[in-house]
């Protein structure tokens, strides 16, 4: 499929460039959306919904900087005629962008049954012209937040500027992952598996590995999903590693980790973890942040 077919773009710096490569990024996925291989365009819609709610998110927590963030200083400046805020919007709404190519191919959003998403993503950025006018130390700066942002784990040693726009993206798509989980897991019709990753439907079933991870605050691991209360329980373990208090208001505002859990076997351990989930999301509690690789 050939995507350069996108108008002359912008000057980088003129107030329009967000919109510029927000009507690329629909250019590229209505595509797509046409697409006859496509078995089901209904992930695909998903897809760009999520997309446009994570440059949502990202622009919350930009424009709402917090004492009680887990990250210290926000660089000043940018890279390649850009400041941090441009490109870590860049970044958000082209962090998903190999999804499509993914979900075409594959008809999974499983890396792990297919390929890696990040990386397909920065292919789709270097083989189209999405970011076609941008500096290339930019377009290197943008491809490397995405290419980091569905690592368990950042690696040691990220620089700092690099460190704290993939951790905008982070957070964004994490608590938007959030929404389009429990969307998932509180309708009435059975949850799709192409969203939920082909996990088994059982109401009470749950890995006691992964309880016990989220209980001392950690995400767990995808590998150790077994059921649908893990894929809840793995979640609801990322509020323990978001890294600005922004996000962690976005989550009790929206209610997300109050119904995942209500939505979770009603027993004393999972009230226990409801206490503990209560007080991280506590507007006076601090991000807590998520840590590098060993």
């Known amino acids: 499929m050939s995507f350069n077919t996108h108008p002359a773009p912008q000057n980088a710096a003129s107030g329009g460039l967000l919109a510029e490569h927000e009507s690329r990024f629909r250019a590229y996925t209505e595509r797509y959306l046409a697409d006859p291989d496509v078995q089901d365009h209904r992930p695909i819609a998903l897809k760009i919904e999520h997309t446009l709610q994570v440059l949502g998110n990202a622009s919350r927590i930009l424009d709402a900087p917090s ?4 990250w210290g200083d926000i660089p000043q400046g940018g890279v390649g005629g850009l400041g941090y805020p441009q490109l870590a919007r860049l970044a958000a709404l082209y962090h998903d962008v190999g999804r499509f190519e993914q979900y075409r191919r594959y008809n999974t959003f499983h890396d792990k049954k297919s390929e890696n998403h990040a990386r397909l993503g920065v292919r789709a950025l270097r083989q189209s012209d999405l970011l076609d006018g941008l500096e290339d130390e930019a377009r290197r700066f943008v491809q490397t937040a995405v290419m980091l942002h569905n690592r368990r784990f950042l690696p040691r040693g990220i620089a700092a500027d690099v460190g704290y726009v993939t951790r905008v993206v982070r957070d964004a798509d994490k608590v938007d992952i959030m929404r389009v989980m429990v969307d998932h897991f509180t309708a009435p019709d059975p949850a799709d598996p192409v969203v939920t990753l082909h996990v088994k439907e059982h109401p009470t079933n749950y890995t006691p590995e992964l309880y016990e991870a989220v209980l001392a605050g950690s995400s767990g691991d995808y590998t150790d999903m077994r059921w ?23 989550v009790r505002e929206r209610s997300l980790a109050r119904r995942l859990l209500e939505n979770l076997p009603d027993t004393p351990k999972m009230r226990r973890l409801d206490g503990i989930i209560d007080t991280a999301l506590a507007p006076e509690t601090p991000a807590a942040g998520e840590s590098a690789a060993e």
């Open 67 to 70: 004492p009680l963030d887990a």
């Open 228 to 250: 649908t209360n893990d894929f809840k329980l793995l979640i609801l373990g990322w509020i323990f590693q978001l890294n600005f208090r922004a996000s962690l208001d976005m």
